[in-house]
């Protein structure tokens, strides 16, 4: 069965950086659509970054110019480069993936989730 397994999470300050990786199994990695999404305490989930299979990239405006979508077919692995880390990103981060006709930051369009790692950024 599909299984992703996040890491890479952890405590920074303002304006470090963190790269998060998920590892990702039991299914043709390289035909799916992957995605970043994350939730703070309080807060809706939302999707965060978004790579298809021909490697085609969607950001939320929040996070545009400081967060790249990266994976590696061979590895079997998607990556989350953070940098210029805010406050505001501190929240738990997941790992997604589903095929998909087209691209996509909508949590309800994926059917498979890991169990995600926790962001923490103080000022």
């Known amino acids: 069965q599909v299984q992703l397994v996040e890491s890479g999470g952890g405590s920074v300050q303002a304006g470090g950086s963190l790269r998060l990786s998920c590892a990702a199994s039991g299914y043709t990695y390289s035909s799916y659509c992957m995605g970043w999404f994350r939730q703070a305490p309080g807060k809706e989930r939302e999707g965060v970054a978004a790579?298809?299979?021909?490697?085609?990239?969607s950001y939320a405006d929040s996070v545009k110019g400081r967060f790249t979508i990266s994976q590696d077919n061979a590895k079997n692995t998607l990556y989350l480069q953070m940098n210029s880390l805010k406050p505001e990103d501190t929240a738990m981060y997941y790992c997604?993936?589903?095929?998909?006709?087209?691209?996509?930051?909508?949590?309800?369009?994926?059917?498979?989730w890991g169990q995600g790692t926790q962001v923490t950024v103080s000022s």
């Open positions: 997604a993936a589903d095929i998909l006709a087209h691209i996509s930051l909508y949590m309800k369009e994926y059917n498979y």
């Open positions: 790579i298809d299979s021909d490697g085609s990239t």
